[in-house]
């Protein structure tokens, strides 16, 4: 089947029928309509995957595909248009030009915490491109899924654009054919998967990834202003998001008021009980439920299976004999931190943060120790999860996690070893901003990276020693909505950008076209044989270069 569906896309691909203008804009247009005429019918999708709210469902993915999709089209002439180039004086009379044309057919793998906006904003750009597509939505959102593979062949071409539902044996099929590029969104495991097999056809990727994306607040931020877009950007989608602020460094003149300051900000947005707010979402599944409960403090989560008083009490001095002894070992090892930085929410293992200047050349999870003086350790705080200041309730049987703030946490703590990916936002108390970097340049190069700073300085500090796919300056999640801006990662995080001109690019092959006229043949001065005085008009030529 999937084989019969690639052939069927090269196709109609090879017959030249993607490639007129008219026919991409008319796709794109489709493309608004199917998400503006199913409005509805997407948030519903949304709400049995995922919980999520209507609001985030409309702003944070129909409105940006919708969005997407008229920036291209409305920039298709410019970009498909020649562009010319100089050619060296040597060469003249002569003329060279670059011009964008599409790949072929393409695959876009996506993910299951955005099923709409990370499944058909990167269609518009391949349609854009001029490109037959294929799309394999993720299997772990299927009612989005199957409302995809209905909708589809509605409005777009049907011959043209296919949708593959299925779980890892079609995708694995999928990846067997010899598309002219994949566009894959999730973790770092699955990503290499993709990346092997796009090897054998020598196939490039596109790989959008993401890893554990810090956020470091000083002493100079509106403290208030940083705790509300923190917990904003931070708990969007139930903190299923992979630009999401994944852990804090504050100084340690900030810190806690910074903790206390981001639990208002919940209250604020979700109200005293967030699991009756409309606005708060569920974790996706029962599996990333019971890993995300593992990355609270010891004794957080009751047993899933009732026991006796007996047990209860055993237990718990289990539970706190435990916290003890993992505390007296990170002290005893004198270790802030290290350990492989793996896992991801999103089907797969994804890498953690990273370097630039200031960094390590490998993008591998760092395995030295961080020094101790890098991050405080606070007084009164014996799990190396940390203190919970606010949330720490769950639910099994409704997949939900109160918004979670933890203070003082070790970077020995489990939730500092793989990306959270969900309602939990670890804060650790860090000497200063220099204390900050090296922390994050130990780490594999995260997605993105924030820093609340009034501090000039600072700033440019972060902004020339670390790397990151984007870094925001008080502006969490700010990259992910602008057309305008290229949104991907580097190194661990991923290989490639889209959105905007960047996905047309991405999706297009850039061909250089030159020419010359026939007469005068100027390059006889190059032909042999090579005597002597071609030789003295080469020193010449030489001297003007």
Known sequence: MTNQTFEQLKKTYESGRTRPLAWRRAQLNALRRLVTENRDAFVSSAM?????????????????????????????????ARHPKAMHWMLQPAAGWTIAEPKGVVLIISPWNYPVLLALEPMADALAAGNAVCLKPSELSPNTSKLL????????????????????????????????????????????????????????????????????VDRTADINVAARRIAWGKFTNAGQTCVAPDYVLATPDVAEALAERIAI???EFYGEDPKASPDFGRIINDRHFERLCKLLPVGTVPSEEPSSPLVQVASAVGAAMDMV???????TTGRGGAGEMAGSANNAAKPAAGSNTAAADSDATAS???????????????????????????????RYIAPTVLYGTSPDAPVMKEEIFGPILPILVVEDAESAIRFINKRSRPL????????????????????????GYSLPLGHLLSSRLPFGGVGASGIGTYHGKAGFLTFSHV?????????????????PP???AKAKLFDIIAKFS
């Open 48 to 80: 049995a995957d995922l919980g999520k709210p209507a609001a985030e469902t409309v702003l944070m993915e129909l409105n940006l595909v919708a969005g997407e999709a008229q920036f291209v089209r409305n920039r298709l002439s410019l970009w498909t």
């Open 149 to 216: 593979a209905e909708l589809v062949p509605q409005y777009l071409d049907s011959e043209a654009v296919r949708v593959v539902e299925g779980g890892p044996k079609e995708t694995g099929e999928l990846l067997k054919c010899p598309f002219n590029h994949i566009f894959y969104t999730g973790g770092g495991h699955v990503g290499k998967i993709v990346m092997r097999a796009a090897a054998e056809h020598l196939t490039p990727v596109t790989l959008e990834l993401g890893g554990k994306s810090p956020c470091f």
């Open 265 to 267: 900000a919940i209250t």
């Open 325 to 331: 002894g993992r505390r007296f070992n990170a002290v």
């Open 368 to 398: 030295a120790a961080v020094e101790p003086s890098e991050i405080h350790k606070v007084p009164g705080v014996f799990d190396l999860a940390g203190r919970i200041v606010c949330g720490g309730k769950v639910d099994r049987a409704a």
């Open 448 to 471: 993105a990276a924030y820093v609340f700073s009034r501090d000039h300085e600072v700033r440019l500090t972060f902004e020339r020693q670390t790397s990151s796919g984007a870094l």
């Open 511 to 527: 061909k250089t076209v030159v020419t010359k006229p026939q007469f005068p043949d100027t390059l006889r001065l190059v032909y």
């Open 530 to 532: 090579f005597n002597e």
